[in-house]
Structure formats: structure tokens, C-alpha cells
């Protein structure tokens, strides 16, 4: 239910930010894409760090470590040292555009970089459905 939360209010945020902003769209690019991208973005990264902390809090049994481990990540990503990462491994590298306006090379990492974030997702709820499963909460 939260991240359906989180879902409406960023379509709600960026539909506002049409609307009050009035940015400037190159002429072939869609609204619409852009829109279903930011949505994109929203949900990869609620989901790895929404899964994150709650396997982390299981393993330990603790949540404050599930809650820190989320938090250590977000800001070890946000740092130089993560925009030092292959830029399919850094979830906060979003398309890029070069000086033409035209997207950039690094555009297609960033979507192969959603497409890791989605493998660690699964990888993570896989972890988390079988430690469950062994303490016998599922």
C-alpha cells in the first residue's frame, strides 16, 4: 500500500511540475515517456530499499540495522565514490543528455542499470522469502 502511495504522489509531483513549470521538451520527445521514466524511478528504488532494510531487519531481527544498512547504502550511492561506479551499478544515475540534447551513450546503461536494480529486488525477495520460510513465519 505505500509504495502505491509513493507511485500517486510522484505522478501527482510531476504532473504539478508540468503544470507550474512549463519545461521545455524537445521537439520527438514524449511526455509521456518521460512521465512513465519517472515512474520507473520511483518504483525501482522504493522496492531495493524497501527490501533492503526488511531483509536486513530479518536477518538481524533488528530493525534499526535493516533502517541503517538502507540508509548507509543511499548515502554511500549519493557520494563521489558512487558516482565512480559502472553506471549500470549506481540506481541514482538517471538518462543523460549530451550538448545537442540528444541522449547521450550512457542513456542505455541507465535503463540496463533499472534492469540490475530489478534482479537485485528479486534476488533480495528470494533471500527474504526463504529466511521467513526457515523461521517458519510464512
Request: proline content about 4%.
Amino acid at each position: 500500500m505505500n509504495l502505491l502511495m509513493l507511485v500517486c504522489v510522484s505522478a501527482l509531483s510531476y504532473g504539478l511540475f508540468f503544470v507550474i513549470r512549463h519545461p521545455v521538451i524537445k521537439q520527438g520527445d514524449s511526455i509521456i515517456y518521460y512521465f512513465f521514466i519517472s515512474i520507473l524511478i520511483v518504483l525501482m528504488n522504493s522496492l531495493i530499499f524497501g527490501l533492503l532494510s526488511m531483509l536486513f531487519s530479518n536477518l538481524f531481527s533488528n530493525m534499526w540495522v535493516g533502517i541503517g544498512i538502507g540508509i548507509l547504502t543511499w548515502f554511500s550511492l549519493n557520494t563521489k565514490w558512487g558516482a565512480s561506479l559502472p553506471l549500470p551499478i549506481n540506481m541514482f544515475l538517471f538518462g543523460t543528455r549530451g550538448q545537442d540534447g540528444n541522449p547521450s551513450p550512457d542513456a542505455t546503461l541507465w535503463l540496463l542499470g533499472k534492469i540490475v536494480v530489478l534482479v537485485l529486488v528479486i534476488i533480495a525477495s528470494i533471500i527474504e522469502y526463504k529466511w521467513m520460510e526457515k523461521r517458519g513465519k510464512v
